[in-house]
């Protein structure tokens, strides 16, 4: 319930009391008080969301790998930018490189480079996502 209606459905309740007690025959001995009752409920509107995301390549060597995590990362922030989200938003969070390799007494051969970046999105307008 917002707060605007919290605060009309108290003034009711307070409006209510006192019509009732203005009625009160004056015999009946009531006291001149007024005792309301109430209870309210609040919400709060959002007002942060945070996003993370990621980006994992893999190829042959350490260039192709990087060039096309860049690429894709790139392509992801320009996205975000197009929707809104603005660049103090993006953080990246982690980025990391990875070199799988096949080792024996007589060969070591790299299978391939695994590039992962991970992104931070700090969203203050929480109707993009939502």
Do not use: C, H, Y
């Not at 203005?22 to 409920?41: D, Q, R």
């Not at 080792?103 to 996502?129: E, F, G, M």
């Amino acid at each position: 319930m917002r707060k605007e209606n919290v605060v009309i459905v108290v003034l009711l309740v307070v409006i209510l009391a006192l019509l009732v007690w203005m009625n009160l025959p004056k015999s009946v001995g009531v006291e001149s008080k007024v005792n309301v009752t109430g209870s309210a409920k609040t919400t709060i509107v959002k007002d942060l969301v945070t996003v993370t995301l990621g980006v994992t390549t893999q190829d042959k060597t350490v260039k192709d790998a990087l060039s096309k995590n860049n690429a894709d990362i790139t392509k992801i922030i320009n996205a975000l930018k197009g929707i809104g989200v603005t660049e103090e938003d993006i953080q990246t969070s982690s980025f990391w490189l990875i070199l799988l390799m096949i080792t024996t007494r007589s060969l070591q051969q790299r299978l391939a480079t695994v590039s992962n970046t991970i992104l931070r999105l700090q969203l203050k307008q929480p109707s993009l996502v939502m």
